[in-house]
């Protein structure tokens, strides 16, 4: 079973940029979607962007749109997620996840393989 491991949060200023890194060891089953979810403390996790590793289509939460990008590169079994004009409601814990169908993206309980997070913190 595939494992994933985030890297590249930190703290940055409103309006800042910043980068993030997931890579993944093992096996992913099925045709899947890699993406990224966020989570504050004490709300659900939120959808922010997939990438069909197939396809290599993409897909974006509300959040995201016009402001991060995902992309991957398959040789080095990594999907990164750039953040620009960040915002202070972008704080939250970004975890790295695998979900087989678009239809379901902004269900946390369709993803799986959950990472250990990384925490992103944007000042005001």
């Known amino acids: 079973q595939g494992q994933f491991i985030e890297s590249g949060g930190g703290l940055v200023q409103a309006g800042g940029s910043l980068g993030l890194s997931c890579a993944f060891s093992g096996r992913i089953y099925g045709s899947t979607i890699l993406g990224w979810l966020r989570q504050v403390p004490g709300e659900g996790r939120e959808f922010v962007t997939g990438?069909?590793?197939?396809?290599?289509?993409?897909y974006y939460g509300d959040s995201a749109k016009g402001r991060f990008t995902i992309s991957k590169d398959s040789s080095k079994n990594t999907v990164y997620l750039q953040m620009n004009s960040l915002k202070p409601e972008d704080t939250a814990v970004y975890y790295c996840?695998?979900?087989?169908?678009?239809?379901?993206?902004?269900?946390?309980?369709?993803?799986?393989?959950w990472g250990q997070g990384t925490q992103v913190t944007v000042s005001a």
């Open positions: 990438i069909s590793l197939s396809s290599g289509g993409i």
């Open positions: 996840a695998v979900t087989d169908s678009r239809l379901t993206l902004r269900m946390p309980s369709s993803w799986r393989q």
